[in-house]
């Protein structure tokens, strides 16, 4: 019996990077998966990935800056398997420029992603877990949740507003068994780290760089975040709510 027997789980952005690792440590738990992103080869590919794990999954092509595609994304996963146990909202896009240089598109763009998605999954999922007796929602923040980086206001911003999001969940729905909590991951060897590391002038000096300002002398690999939000998926976490799971490796001790 893996630790999400039983479970039906919702992963955004489930179809690259974060979203897919944790899509196959959820499958490997026994979680029945809805899986959501915006390209229908990958999602095909991710849903194939999970069924060879032995978990019963469907791919739902979903734009989480459409408040309606979200909620026909929670209806069709109470049509498929009848409830939802865990929402993880993985979607994100990362826009880096200095403060001054962010254009309006940009910045819709960032929080209609990064805080509108999660937002809108949690509005229509919220409901049914309610009727469920209970449920986890795991929202993706980050290390920049905590500090602003040099050319990247934006992000840092709406990892922010996530942490108020979340909070605000556990508090108004805890009396429900909701909870809710922050994943916080830090670089991983994922498509969106490695695609800053190659902009760089350098891109091997820049990645040594970011090694070496961890205590453990390396990156995350995706599959430790998939663990991490297993966990706070799980009844290993049943107490854990309206807070954070710092998953970084240490970097932020150089900056705390």
């Known amino acids: 019996m893996g630790m999400l027997s039983g479970k039906v789980a919702i992963i955004t952005g489930a179809t690259r990077g974060l979203g897919y690792a944790g899509a196959l440590e959820f499958a490997k738990e026994g979680a029945k998966l809805v899986l959501a992103g915006t390209n229908e080869k990958l999602g095909a590919k991710v849903q194939a ?15 989480v800056t459409d408040e309606m595609q979200c909620k026909a994304l929670i209806d069709k996963a109470v049509e498929v398997f009848g409830t939802i146990h ?36 949690c509005k229509y999922a919220i409901p049914v877990m309610i009727k469920n007796g209970g449920g986890s929602i795991i929202n993706t923040g980050s290390i ?4 602003a980086n040099n050319n990247n206001m934006m992000y840092s911003a709406t990892k922010f507003a996530l942490l108020a999001l979340t909070k605000a969940i556990a508090m108004e729905y805890g009396k429900y068994n909701i909870r809710c909590n922050t994943l916080c991951p830090g670089y ?17 000096a820049a990645r040594q760089a970011c090694y ?11 599959h430790e975040q998939g663990k991490a939000a297993v966990f706070l998926a799980s009844d290993n976490s049943t107490f854990m709510t309206g807070t954070e799971l710092l998953n970084d490796g240490g970097i932020l001790c150089w900056y705390s």
């Not at 990935?49 to 734009?63: C, H, I, M, P």
């Not at 920049?144 to 500090?147: C, D, E, G, R, T």
Request: include cysteine.
């Open 188 to 204: 991983n060897n994922s498509e969106m780290v490695n695609q800053y590391f190659d902009s760089q002038p350098d891109p091997a």
């Open 212 to 222: 070496n300002v961890h205590p453990l002398g390396r990156i995350g690999e995706p």
């Open 49 to 63: 990935a999970t069924k060879e794990l032995g978990a019963e999954s469907v791919f739902v092509k979903t734009d």
């Open 144 to 147: 920049a949740s905590f500090k």
């Open 86 to 121: 865990v929402l993880y909202n993985n979607a994100g896009v990362d826009i880096s420029a200095p403060v001054i240089e962010y254009t309006k598109e940009q910045m819709d763009k960032s929080f209609s992603i990064n805080f509108g998605g999660s937002f809108f999954c």
